[in-house]
């Protein structure tokens, strides 16, 4: 089942992935931040893709007066900071920001809102200032009439680096070991009902009703399944300038960030292995101040709730596969992490000759780690490393198309890299 | 039982007061019993648009026959008093269908269900529960032994597709007995020696309207071969908190005092899953469905399905209004906004 999705996906996404590679190189691993603590937003409208080939009227949070983004600009902040957010409101209607998590809030703006301080339309300013006393995945979203504004685009992340962190020597999410990672990435969790979006180009404000809300695109970081593994900031993008694509080595830990940012809940699901949930609403799940994640849980699906943070450690070595990934004969060397009661041990399938067999674009040729192996001309050449992919998505597989196109939605994939395989 | 009771000396007083309880008549209650007396009946509910809304709910009387409550959905809070070891609900029902009550969570209670024939000649249950016949002329008694404290829902346990959606529930709470041995106020959980103490508690009692529904009940035009056939097609047009869709003027509810502990019960009597947040705080998230959790959850948003209670203690630091809202964006009035489950919590100085 999941090969077939595997290599259906991956020949639907072979032509966007050549001209981002092509064109803006090797795709980045990382979350894509803006460090604070102050930030300058302008909440606009602008325009966003699907792979679906539709286009769609969102309002964004833009940084510094910039191109409109969805979802907004992730904030990176310290713990401790005093973070500032200005905000300057070019759209028609009254909007805010509201940071929940985040206590004693200053807030400052045109007019007294319904959940805080609002910028008038048409240029009208608000600002919001608090200290960042917890660190965590947050939220932030316009606290204006958020079933339209947060359906329309007004949503972001917000991270708070804790005070023991360092970004090359001590990459923690908390203020404990628990929560260390080698890699880290977001997931910020949305979806879409068109009929909105168009109501709104046609200006015709008055006939959304948003108790009929039916969404038919899903999101992880403002993109639908293939353009998630997209380059993060590819032109092909330019209102959707964030990508998901966590890549990481066997025995690496990486830090995993969600956020709900539409209204529905969304059951998400790793492939490989489990996750262990580490925190919630930026806290860590612990018994006792100091006493880590102790209340850690491991996790097949994580429901992601809206308004709702988590984070989760992923980690995987092939660990009990039976067979060794690398292809190992039993006196050759180990590979770093690599789990030792398989080594030698062999690969438990007779390869069927390669003129039987169909390719996915990500197949190396082989199945083991890091080998290339030889494959028809035109076949494969979307693994240049010989990794693993593993597909990450909503379990409610409805989520996983794009306006009832499968493959697509709420999707993308993780890459078991080799080692020494470079990742940033 | 012996959850109850601490020692061999208490278990031989127990057995003897329970020897006594059970001794008194059905509708006599003794000392270690609450009786309430609800009436189910129809009222209407006008939304903020104007559109005035069929319901059924539940009123609270003085006896039986008094007909001296006041219909309200969803229904009257009722308390166990922590005194109190059992609860008795004498029934009164108005409504042209039978009825009945439920509190799902609470297991000493006798529920017998009631079937009927269908026209295939299949026996189906209509009712978790024996049932109160419409214009009865005693009271119907439900009744629930050594009522476990914490915070549930009541509802009726006939057709509740229908009959909860019209109305038919409400919020009951009870605290812990005793504390080694001593009638202690306000301890909302126990755990060994952990203890759930709270100074001052509010209930957020999430519900949904579909009026369509509502309509169709009220005029005759649901069931078998009508109009509406069934509630398949829920689509609710109105989000309630406490009963009420948020509107301008909507008073906020009194939440304690800064510095006090605030327990906050959430309830969700409605049929879809909402996530209440709270702006400003995050709370302590104690227990679920009358549960205590071992250790507290600290968030500032919870996911809510439909039947759930969960219980939260926050501490307000100053005196203020503080929202609450369905983060799944419910916040709307048949299409308009704002509306919706938001509502406030009133901090006060004393």
Known sequence: ?424 | MSRIVENSKQKVLAVLVLLIVTGTSLGQPGKFTVEYYLRADTTTKTMPDGKIIAMWGFALDSAFGAEDGVVTVPGPLLTVPNDKKHLVINLDNNLGVPVSIVIPSQINTTMVPVKFTDDKGRQRIRSFTHETEPNNTEAVIYEWKNFRPGTYLYHSGSHPAVQVQMGLYGCLKKDVEKVKGKNVPNVAYKQGNNLVTYDADVVLCFSEIDPALHNAVATGNYGPGKAMTSTINYKPKYFLINGEPYSSGLPPLPAGSPNQQVLIRFVNAGLETHVPVLQGFHMNVVAEDGHKYRYDREQYSLILPAHKTKDAIIVPAAAGTYPVYDRRLRLTNAGASPGGMLTYLNVTND
């Not at chain 1, 970081?221 to 330019?238: K, S």
């Not at chain 1, 709702?308 to 590979?335: C, R, S």
């Open chain 1, 1 to 424: 089942m999941n090969r077939m999705k595997s290599k259906t996906i991956m020949r639907l996404t072979s032509l966007a992935m050549v001209l981002a590679w092509i064109f803006t190189g090797p795709t980045q691993a990382k979350i894509e931040t803006v460090e604070g603590p102050t930030f300058n937003l302008t909440a606009k409208d602008g325009f966003i893709t699907t792979p679906d080939g539709g286009a769609y009227l969102m309002w964004g949070y833009a940084l510094n007066g910039g191109t409109m983004q969805y979802p907004g600009p992730t904030m990176d902040v310290n713990e401790g900071d005093t973070v500032t957010v200005n905000l300057i409101n070019q759209l028609s209607v009254p909007v805010s920001i509201v940071f929940p998590g985040n206590v004693g809030i200053t807030a400052a703006g045109d007019s007294n809102g319904l959940l805080t301080k609002e910028a008038d339309p048409n240029g009208g300013t608000a600002s919001y200032s608090f200290t960042a006393a917890h660190p965590g995945t947050y939220i932030y979203y316009s606290g204006t009439n958020p079933a339209l504004q947060v359906e329309m685009g007004l949503v972001g992340a917000l991270i708070v680096r804790p005070q023991s962190y360092h970004p090359v020597t001590k990459k923690w999410a908390y203020n404990h070991t628990d929560s260390r990672y080698d890699y880290e990435y977001l997931f910020l969790l949305t979806e879409m009902d068109p009929v909105v979006h168009e109501m709104a180009q046609c200006g015709k404000w008055d006939e959304i009703d948003l108790t009929t809300y039916w969404p038919v695109l899903w999101f992880i970081n403002g993109r639908n399944a293939p353009d998630t593994m997209m380059p993060a900031n590819t032109p092909l993008l330019p209102t959707q300038p964030y990508n998901c694509l966590p890549r990481m080595h066997p025995g690496d830990r990486i830090l995993l960030r969600f956020v709900g940012g539409g209204r529905d809940l969304h059951p998400f699901h790793p492939h490989g292995n489990n996750f262990l949930q580490i925190a919630r609403d930026g806290r860590l799940l612990s018994s006792a101040p100091a006493a880590g994640a102790d209340l850690a849980v491991s996790n097949f699906t994580l429901a992601v709730a809206p308004g709702q943070t988590a984070d989760a450690i992923f980690e995987w070595t092939g660990e009990k596969l039976g067979w060794d990934i690398y292809g190992h004969d039993v006196n050759d060397p180990m590979q770093p992490n690599e789990y030792a009661p398989d080594h030698g041990k062999p690969f438990p399938v007779m390869l069927p000759d390669k003129k039987n067999l169909t390719f996915g674009a990500t197949y190396s040729g082989s199945p083991f780690l890091g080998l290339q192996g030889d494959l028809p001309p035109g076949e494969g050449g979307f693994n240049v490393n010989a990794g693993y992919f593993f597909m990450w998505h909503s379990h409610n597989e409805k989520e996983m198309v794009n306006y009832d196109i499968f493959p697509g939605g709420m999707m993308t994939m993780l890459i078991i890299e080799p080692n020494g395989v470079k990742i940033e």
